[in-house]
């Protein structure tokens, strides 16, 4: 199983990225799929996930609003796209799947992760 985050970088507070996660080795439309971050100094937290076909998606507080979650399972990829973006909002953003939801909004027992993806934003 493979999760590859890509479409990082480095961006000015008010700007606009899009991340993408590309899926193998399992059955995409089987599995939610999660965005997590992890700032310097910081523990990893949960940023925005989706479930299978992409009727459910949920949002930290702190993203609601600017970043947008979504999937293309004909392409075995998750979108997150992050507007408004903030300095706060710098870190290494990681994919990660699973074929239950609450492990991914609950953090715990998640069954793949991807390498990650930095993204940093200036002031």
């Known amino acids: 199983v493979q999760l590859q985050a890509s479409g990082g970088g480095l961006v000015q507070a008010g700007g606009s990225l899009r991340l993408s996660c590309a899926v193998s080795g399992l059955t995409f439309g089987n599995s939610a799929i999660a965005w997590f971050r992890q700032a310097p100094g910081k523990e990893r937290e949960f940023v925005t996930a989706i479930s299978r076909y992409g009727g459910a998606v949920y949002y930290a507080d702190s993203v609601k609003g600017r970043f947008t979650i979504s999937r293309d399972n004909a392409k075995n990829t998750v979108y997150l796209q992050m507007n408004s973006l903030k300095p706060v909002d710098t870190a290494v953003y990681y994919c990660?799947?699973?074929?239950?939801?609450?492990?991914?909004?609950?953090?715990?027992?998640?069954?793949?992760w991807g390498q990650g993806t930095q993204v940093t934003v200036s002031s």
């Open positions: 990660a799947a699973d074929g239950d939801m609450r492990h991914l909004t609950d953090s715990r027992g998640i069954n793949y």
